[in-house]
């Protein structure tokens, strides 16, 4: 019988959480299990392995990254809201270092994935950036991955302690921003 309080929702939030502490390759279906206090294969009644359980991770991060995102752009536009989604992401990713590494390289099983969905609002939400821009629909893709890269790259090397020079990380990242509503500008 499941512990009273412990549901899959319940062993992915604490996952997500262990992953952000010690970093998602880090995480196992053991330490897992000791923080939430029941012996490791009573975990597999809530979620399918170490594998669902990374998967469900990464559901669940890219829901709270749109968000996050989402949030922060409404009544926004151009320049403003490609600053509140950048800052927005950048936030999240920094907060949640672990979660947010589970949805890098994980591909959706088809349309009823969850995945598909969660990855879908995020993308919404930076497509509601583009906007207040003059964005042809043929260059929307090549858009979004132009953000997506800048924002994942900067958020990702920030979390990995990767900017060691003396400059202002801040300050940096406003130049990101300047440089990304310059390029978007120009299309």
């Given at each position: 019988m499941?512990?009273?309080?412990?549901?899959?929702?319940?062993?992915?939030?604490?996952?997500?959480?262990?992953?952000?502490?010690?970093?998602?390759?880090?995480?196992?279906?053991?330490l897992?299990?000791?923080?939430?206090?029941?012996?490791?294969?009573?975990?597999?009644?809530?979620?399918?392995?170490?594998?669902?359980?990374?998967?469900?991770?990464?559901?669940?991060?890219?829901?709270?990254a749109?968000?996050?995102?989402?949030?922060?752009?409404?009544?926004?536009a151009?320049?403003?809201?490609?600053?509140?989604a950048?800052?927005?992401?950048?936030?999240?990713?920094?907060?949640?270092?672990?979660?947010?590494?589970?949805?890098?390289?994980?591909?959706?099983?088809?349309p009823?994935?969850?995945?598909?969905?969660?990855?879908?609002?995020?993308?919404?939400?930076?497509?509601?950036?583009?906007?207040?821009?003059?964005?042809?629909?043929?260059?929307?893709?090549?858009?979004?991955?132009?953000?997506?890269?800048?924002?994942?790259?900067?958020?990702?090397?920030?979390a990995?302690?990767?900017?060691?020079?003396?400059?202002?990380?801040?300050?940096?990242?406003?130049?990101?921003?300047?440089?990304?509503?310059?390029?978007?500008?120009?299309?």
């Open positions: 499941p512990r009273a309080g412990l549901d899959p929702a319940a062993v992915v939030a604490a996952g997500a959480a262990l992953a952000d502490e010690v970093g998602l390759p880090n995480l196992t279906m053991g897992l299990a000791e923080r939430v206090g029941v012996r490791t294969p009573s975990l597999y009644k809530h979620v399918g392995g170490q594998e669902d359980l990374n998967r469900r991770i990464a559901v669940l991060a890219l829901h709270e749109a968000d996050a995102v989402g949030g922060a752009v409404q009544g926004y151009g320049r403003d809201a490609l600053r509140a950048a800052r927005a992401f950048r936030a999240f990713v920094l907060e949640h270092p672990g979660r947010y590494a589970a949805t890098i390289g994980v591909e959706p099983s088809g009823d994935d969850p995945l598909t969905a969660a990855g879908g609002r995020l993308l919404g939400a930076f497509t509601a950036v583009l906007r207040g821009y003059e964005i042809g629909e043929s260059d929307v893709d090549h858009a979004l991955r132009t953000l997506r890269s800048l924002c994942h790259g900067f958020a990702t090397l920030q990995a302690d990767g900017f060691q020079w003396s400059a202002d990380v801040d300050e940096s990242f406003e130049w990101l921003i300047t440089f990304a509503d310059r390029g978007l500008r120009s299309r």
